[in-house]
């Protein structure tokens, strides 16, 4: 099984930016199309971007396109999310897992918190 482990987080003033980074354990993490999620307090996870696995495909939820870029490397079985101009409400825990059915285990999570 597939092991997610996220880093990356912290807190950055508003138009700052981060960089996340998904490491994924397993020989099987480039057969798949991944994905950023995030989950803010008392909302649901939602869908921020994602990754064909190739990395030829990506897309973004409208609230983050032209700030946030997805990438992976499958020689070092990590996707990475790069958060530029962040908000404030891009506050929340970032997680990664596959663009459909989030098949893995979730991972724990790296915190994005944006001061105003």
């Known amino acids: 099984q597939v092991q997610l482990v996220e880093s990356g987080g912290g807190l950055v003033q508003a138009g700052g930016s981060l960089r996340l980074s998904c490491a994924a354990s397993g020989r099987t993490f480039s057969k798949y199309t991944m994905a950023w999620f995030r989950q803010a307090p008392g909302k649901e996870r939602e869908f921020v971007a994602g990754?064909?696995?190739?990395?030829?495909?990506?897309e973004y939820t409208d609230s983050v396109k032209g700030r946030f870029t997805i990438s992976r490397d499958n020689a070092k079985n990590t996707v990475y999310l790069q958060m530029n101009s962040l908000k404030p409400e891009d506050t929340a825990v970032y997680y990664c897992?596959?663009?459909?059915?989030?098949?893995?285990?979730w991972g724990q999570g790296t915190q994005v918190t944006v001061s105003s």
């Open positions: 990754i064909s696995w190739a990395g030829q495909n990506t």
């Open positions: 897992n596959t663009r459909v059915g989030a098949i893995f285990d």
